[in-house]
């Protein structure tokens, strides 16, 4: 099945989903701005240092791995390389206090300058939110904070962004890991093996 936008406003020509995936293997260098498809009857990726092959889920169609949020809390999110921000989690991870963080405000994202005012563009509501929906129509909205570090397998961030969701999107645990802890990584998107595993790049 496939959905065409006819857009001429629109610079992204499609996306492609986790059924091209499935029976394949997928390498792709973001340096090099390269994507190759293999058999994967014939090649077995290599996890090579600093890499780490992260175990999936599929049972949802999408690449979802376990994340420890706190000392007993696990968070489940799916990877999406079409999602720009960092991290989305469900708003209910935040309500049983898995996830202690306060909420950002528009001076972490827009600090003033002496009597200059705000740099940048600025986001009217405060404390910060972020208005989100999927595909199957869901929506939702909640507030993003400014964690102290996260680590996702053996990669640790220091302040990364998170926002919340209503759990209509992401269910009781779920969420959505995108693009921008995404791009410091080339992907191998082993989905017959139930692996996709990261391995850095020199990428900014």
Known sequence: ?????????????????????????????????????????????????????????????????????????????????????????????????????SDLSTEHLNPTHGTSGFFGTMIESDPVQIAYSNYTGAYGSGNCVLLNQVLIGPYKYQSPPLCFVGSGVFGEDGGEIGNDFLRHFDWTIDYPDGKFVLTPNNLP
């Open 1 to 101: 099945m496939i959905e065409r936008i006819s857009d001429p406003d629109v610079r992204i020509a499609g996306l492609i989903g986790c059924d091209f995936f499935a029976g394949a293997i997928v390498e792709a260098d973001l340096s090099s701005r390269t994507m190759q498809v293999f058999n994967p009857a014939s090649v077995q990726p290599a996890v090579t240092a600093g890499a780490y092959a992260f175990p999936i889920d599929l049972t949802s169609r999408r690449p979802v791995i376990g994340m420890r949020l706190s000392d007993n809390a696990y968070g489940f999110p799916y990877f999406s390389t079409g999602e720009p921000f960092f991290m989305y989690l469900s708003q209910r991870l935040r309500e049983n206090g898995a996830v202690l963080a």
